[in-house]
């Protein structure tokens, strides 16, 4: 019986729970296209009808669609395993501009509240811009309209922190460690494949990170612990 190697053991596994991702993902992709047939034949037959409001409903659904898609081009982007040094705070920056439009549409805002001064941290590839990307949208989604999305960055005791907190309903305390397996959400159906979090996670891990939910105030805080880029023991 051959032996096989680790890598390989490893890369068959990730295969295997794609394959499972993307059967899921198959069946939810094909609600918002049934919805996009369904209003691009109401223009045609209704063309004096409400056109702008189906226009506006087809772009949401195509916004669901690259949410889901999205996702899984996180999930199934190769680890390189190549570590670098990432400035947290400049990719907070890119966030705010990639999100900016989107945060108008929803009728929502994002304040940053920044420490300033961070030391770079330990970050692989992209990883880094798409972890704060899904945890701000998926901010949005647990949000109402008027609501504020703040983004706060820490420093002590040798690590940075950066936590994500909306103004929704929250997410009670048993459900902490649910929130980042696979399939598991508290959104409506329209509104998510449960995978966010995971994807998140697993991102995370590849910088070398940890994350977990925080009890606050109002709503739900996700708190993403970063290394310091020249931690001989972990950017070597």
Same mark, same amino acid.
Request: proline share 5%; charged share 25%; with cysteine.
């Given at each position: 019986?051959?032996?096989?190697?680790?890598?390989?053991?490893?890369?068959? $596994?990730r295969?295997?729970?794609?394959?499972?991702?993307?059967?899921?993902?198959?069946?939810?992709?094909?609600?918002?296209?049934?919805?996009?047939?369904?209003?691009?034949?109401?223009?045609?037959?209704?063309?004096?009808?409400?056109?702008?409001?189906?226009?506006?409903?087809?772009?949401?659904?195509?916004?669901?669609?690259?949410?889901? +898609?999205?996702? +899984?081009?996180?999930?199934?982007?190769?680890?390189?395993?190549?570590?670098?040094?990432?400035?947290?705070?400049?990719?907070?920056?890119r966030?705010?501009?990639?999100?900016?439009?989107?945060?108008?549409?929803?009728?929502?805002?994002?304040?940053?509240?920044?420490?300033?001064?961070?030391?770079?941290?330990?970050?692989?590839?992209?990883? /880094?811009?798409? /972890?704060?990307?899904n945890? +701000?949208?998926n901010?949005?989604?647990?949000?109402?309209?008027?609501?504020?999305?703040? /983004?706060r960055?820490?420093?002590?005791?040798? #690590?940075?922190?950066?936590? +994500?907190?909306?103004?929704?309903h929250? /997410?009670?305390?048993?459900?902490?460690?649910?929130?980042?397996?696979?399939f598991?959400?508290?959104?409506?159906?329209?509104? $998510?494949?449960?995978?966010?979090?995971? #994807?998140?996670?697993?991102?995370?891990?590849?910088?070398?990170?940890?994350?977990?939910?925080?009890?606050?105030?109002? $709503?739900?805080?996700?708190?993403?612990?970063?290394?310091?880029?020249?931690?001989?023991?972990?950017?070597?």
């Open positions: 019986m051959s032996v096989r190697d680790p890598d390989d053991v490893a890369r068959m $596994g295969l295997a729970e794609l394959g499972l991702m993307t059967a899921m993902l198959t069946h939810e992709l094909r609600q918002p296209l049934f919805a996009i047939r369904s209003l691009a034949q109401l223009a045609q037959v209704q063309p004096g009808g409400d056109v702008t409001d189906h226009l506006a409903e087809v772009i949401r659904q195509t916004e669901l669609m690259e949410g889901i +898609v999205g996702t +899984v081009g996180a999930f199934a982007r190769d680890d390189t395993g190549i570590l670098m040094p990432v400035d947290v705070e400049g990719e907070i920056g966030v705010l501009k990639l999100l900016e439009h989107m945060s108008h549409q929803r009728g929502m805002r994002i304040q940053p509240e920044l420490h300033g001064g961070l030391p770079m941290v330990v970050g692989e590839g992209t990883a /880094i811009l798409q /972890i704060l990307v945890l +701000v949208q901010a949005f989604d647990a949000s109402e309209k008027d609501s504020v999305v703040r /983004i960055t820490d420093h002590r005791d040798g #690590v940075v922190f950066v936590e +994500v907190e909306d103004e929704g929250g /997410i009670p305390e048993e459900m902490a460690e649910e929130v980042f397996q696979p598991f959400t508290t959104k409506g159906p329209d509104l $998510g494949t449960g995978l966010g979090l995971y #994807v998140v996670r697993r991102l995370v891990e590849q910088c070398r990170g940890q994350i977990r939910l925080v009890p606050c105030d109002v $709503g739900a805080c996700i708190q993403v612990e970063l290394v310091p880029w020249g931690r001989a023991d972990d950017s070597g």
